[in-house]
């Protein structure tokens, strides 16, 4: 074993040579490199290596990189790069060749190994890398993906990218991912091509006349792409749709993309997604920079073939989907004539799907609300959101709004807690508790508004409710007894809660903050919480240990003697991996690494 890594040692001896010779490192340093690589190599000749004792050199060897990097900035001398540096980096790339045979599985070596490579701009070694990687895992689409847009994008190959597609998809016929990048990448090549015969009439370099005509310039081959991709998964509609944004950020693809939509109506004319990648064909992609009547021209279009499908295709989704292309356009903005206009028809929309649909769903009466508001229509949108909650007895969003709307349109004060009031009832007797957190939040905000002399009653009604509602509402009522009624009544209220489960930290460290705020700080209540926090949560909360053990340590209050005695019961009490966290951060803790 001796002999090895003193052969491996002697071949670094001519770098090193290099390194003292113009001056980037001392003697004493050169010493100290060759110690280090010896301690490396001797780990790397055991019998039972592992994966760590390779990560550990390769990191020594990019540290070092680095160093000499430095180095060569403060000097500034840049020569004998390829007797210093590429010795090291065919060093590295040796270790991880080493490592990654030893550990095929683990992408992430993999993928350290490649960015390296990638870093150092080693495209023939990137090659090779991928040729090993996808041999061992040529069961990942994504890993040829990468490979092939390596092989396009950086090595500037697109005859080795294309033969790496073709592989992965005998690899994978039914990935949508494997073809919809293919498809990309045939298109990219296409547009490459372009630029270059542009390049060239630009230069009066004349290229042949007829090489415009050529079939790869005009997306032929994606073409093809597309059209194997829809044999092998003709009923697959998602995949039909993948390709419409991949064809629309090109300029020359225009033929392909009526071919799609054309073969999209004719197979899939019952599909509300279809149906709606029609109606939205109709805006060109930079309809942001393009003038107003355009914009509007090209709406009514949308609009038109939209009216088409709903009456083809009278569902909910479909309705659902016309409805959302009115909101986006309206949220566009525009002139007033214009947006009012587009507020008109999207309130038109809705009152259409309202008839149309015997029960309208729950995000189209929350679309309808929000338009309602933009226009103005609170009335309307009041009237609205009772029909709505009485559609949807369930929904926890629809109970919010029609909440927060009466609240917000009843001026008269005591009409409005009365209805107020009646309204959080009725929502709460048809709303399962563990779902009506956001209920209670908007009532509780109300309360504190417009009624706090009820607003404890409230907090103790919450309390009692589902531990998703109760939990939160603890914490809120500790913060309300302490702004109502100083220390003495925070500290009654949390005698009174802590007894009640459930309980989370976050109650227990509200509490302590509170505390911890006082000028004059009571350590008996302090220690008293986290005395109760601990038989709540002292098997699984490291972090409640380490902050009790530290508060005794840190605070002019504190006593650092009870620190060994918490120490030792947060191990007797702490269970499973939680021990092995404990001990770390208690470590960095004592060091000085932990705030």
């Not at 370099?205 to 310039?217: G, K, L, T």
């Not at 500790?478 to 802590?498: E, F, M, N």
Request: hydrophobic residues 35%.
């Amino acid at each position: 074993m001796a002999e090895f890594v003193q052969q491996n040692i002697e071949e670094t001896i001519p770098e090193l040579e290099q390194l003292e010779r113009v001056g980037l490192f001392a003697k004493e340093e050169i010493k100290a490199i060759i110690k280090r690589r010896t301690h490396h190599e001797y780990r790397l000749v055991r019998r039972q290596r592992d994966k760590e004792d390779f990560l550990k050199y390769i990191q020594y060897e990019v540290n070092l990189l680095h160093l000499i990097k430095k180095r060569r900035n403060r000097l500034h001398y840049f020569f004998k790069k390829d007797e210093i540096e590429m010795t090291i980096i065919t060093r590295i790339l040796r270790l991880f060749r080493r490592t990654c045979t030893q550990n095929p599985e683990d992408l992430k070596l993999w993928s350290s190994y490649i960015e390296f490579a990638r870093t150092w701009h080693m495209m023939q070694e990137l090659s090779r890398v991928f040729t090993r990687l996808l041999k061992v895992h040529s069961d990942k689409p994504a890993l040829w993906i990468m490979a092939a847009k390596f092989q396009m994008e950086e090595n500037s190959s697109s005859e080795n990218a294309r033969g790496l597609m073709l592989r992965a998809l005998r690899h994978h016929p039914k990935s949508h991912k494997l073809w919809t990048e293919y498809f990309r990448l045939e298109l990219m090549n296409a547009d490459k091509q372009r630029k270059r015969y542009a390049l060239l009439k630009q230069s009066q370099i004349e290229p042949d006349e007829d090489d415009m005509n050529d079939a790869v310039m005009q997306g032929a081959v994606a073409k093809m792409v597309y059209k194997q991709a829809i044999q092998q998964m003709n009923d697959d509609i998602d995949l039909h749709l993948a390709f419409l944004p991949i064809c629309q950020r090109f300029d020359f693809t225009q033929h392909i993309l009526d071919e799609i939509y054309s073969d999209l109506e004719e197979s899939h004319a019952d599909s509300e997604l279809v149906w709606n990648a029609l109606s939205r064909r109709h805006l060109s992609p930079d309809s942001q920079e393009s003038e107003e009547s355009v914009v509007v021209t090209e709406e009514a279009k949308c609009h038109t073939v939209y009216d088409e499908a709903v009456t083809s295709i009278p569902t909910p989704k479909m309705w659902s989907m016309y409805v959302e292309f009115c909101i986006e356009r309206l949220e566009r903005g525009g002139s007033v004539k214009t947006s009012n206009q587009r507020a008109r028809q999207t309130l038109n929309v809705l009152d259409r799907a309202h008839k149309a649909c015997d029960t309208l769903p729950e995000e189209l009466f929350d679309r309808w609300l929000t338009v309602l508001l933009i226009v103005g229509g609170v009335d309307e949108a009041i009237s609205a959101a009772q029909e709505a909650v009485t559609v949807h007895p369930t929904s926890v969003n629809l109970w919010c709004r029609y909440m927060q709307l009466v609240i917000q349109n009843i001026t008269d004060a005591e009409q409005q807690k009365t209805n107020v009031t009646k309204l959080f009832e009725k929502a709460c007797s048809n709303l399962k508790s563990k779902n009506s957190l956001p209920l209670w939040k908007i009532a509780m905000e109300w309360c504190l508004a417009s009624d706090p002399a009820n607003l404890e009653t409230l907090l103790q009604t919450g309390v009692r409710e589902h531990k998703h509602v109760a939990m939160v509402l603890k914490e809120h009522y500790l913060d309300w007894a302490y702004l109502q009624g100083g220390l003495k009544t925070v500290r009654r209220v949390y005698s009174l809660l802590a007894k009640e489960k459930p309980l989370t930290t976050e109650f227990f460290y509200k509490y302590i903050a509170i505390e911890n705020a006082q000028t004059d700080t009571k350590m008996k209540q302090i220690r008293s919480c986290y005395e109760d926090a601990l038989r709540e949560f002292g098997t699984t909360e490291p972090d409640l240990w380490l902050d009790f053990i530290k508060l005794e340590l840190t605070h002019p209050n504190g006593d650092p003697s009870n620190s060994p005695s918490l120490h030792w019961r947060a191990m007797q009490a702490l269970q499973g991996d939680h021990v092995e966290t404990f001990t770390i951060k208690y470590t960095l803790m004592q060091t000085g690494h932990c705030s």
